[in-house]
């Protein structure tokens, strides 16, 4: 195995800190999905330039904002395995903060056109990778491509086709099956998500989480409680919130039981109320959140409140309702504060009193200082 470290090929300084994390579900693998030229497979001297130009890409990339190359590890046509952002920490290349945070993403050095055929050396890099992932950084065994749970052709036909006979290395060894994804029953979802200010998923609690149970017992998916529902997210309100899901149409990663604003909202006829927004807070987190890491919360609860109101409005792609008041939302903001017809440098995406009450107004939260 041959890892080549960031200090070794040149890597540049993160533009912010990066975000840490313990450990993923698994790998996802990608490919560069623009032209890659045949040359590099030649010449093992081009690899490292190509990782500074990368980086460099990803840097100055001002509509995602990288706070670093995205990937986790890049795999090279020779095998050798150039770290990105490195294990523990969380990737940028997955396609929004929670798939990032589910899964590391190593990409091979493969494009559209041009080199799209993986090396006999590269697989074994991208198994390497995978296998250092999991020593070091607390990968889980799920091997999947960028487009399982997220619309790409990343990692292209070719490395897909190797994703899914089990990623095995080029003499046929140490390949691990990879079947369609285990049934919500056999691994519940462990993580949490914030909708409307409170937390759902295992290990929640509050009136909210017994309001959600009790809400699937009246429409028909409580068959995993055994004592009924409560106030603490156990691992049957996930696997009854996955039946509910996989009812709406859900599927794969999507109909996991962990709760989103949609599905909530077809739950319970209306996202719970009583919420509070500090506009002092939501401002700061419009001042520091565009500026820092990709995904970075100032008072992500609060940010979600309105961002998902903006999202109501049609106004936030709803992929972007994730706590953090990043460049999207300060449009989106800007777009609301046209819509109450203000204009120039009062439609600036910074929330003032009058349009953020005006918000909460239509769409169930308070404003306070």
Known sequence: MQIVSRAEWGAAPSKYPLVSISSTRGVKIHYEGTEVPRSLADDHGRCAPRMRALQASHLANTAEDYSDIAYTAVVCPHGAVFEGRGARRRTGANGDPTLNAGHY???????????????????????????????????????????DGYATS????????????????????????????????????RYQAVVGGLTYGYGAEGPHVTAVGEALVARGFGGHYRSGPGPLWTDADTLNYADFQRSLGYAGGDADGVPGPHSLRALLGTLPGGRTVSLAHIV??????PGAEQGHQTHGEEAHVVEQALADEGLLDPRWVDGSFGTRTIAAYAAWQRRCGYSGGDADGIPGRTTLAALGAAHQFTVTE
């Not at 055929?117 to 070091?136: F, S, Y």
């Not at 899914?164 to 079947?179: F, I, K, S, V, Y």
């Not at 700061?284 to 959140?289: E, G, K, R, S």
């Open 105 to 147: 993403a190593v990409c091979a050095m493969l494009g559209d056109s041009g080199l799209t055929e993986p090396t006999a050396a590269q697989l074994g890099g991208l198994r390497d990778a995978i296998e250092w992932l999991r020593a070091e950084g607390g990968a889980g065994d799920e091997i999947r491509g960028h487009r």
């Open 284 to 289: 700061a987190a419009a001042q520091a959140d």
């Open 154 to 189: 990343c990692p292209g036909a070719p490395l897909y086709a190797w994703v899914q006979a089990g990623a095995p290395r080029p003499d046929g060894t140490e390949a691990t099956p990879q079947p369609a994804p285990a049934p919500a029953e056999d691994v519940p979802a």
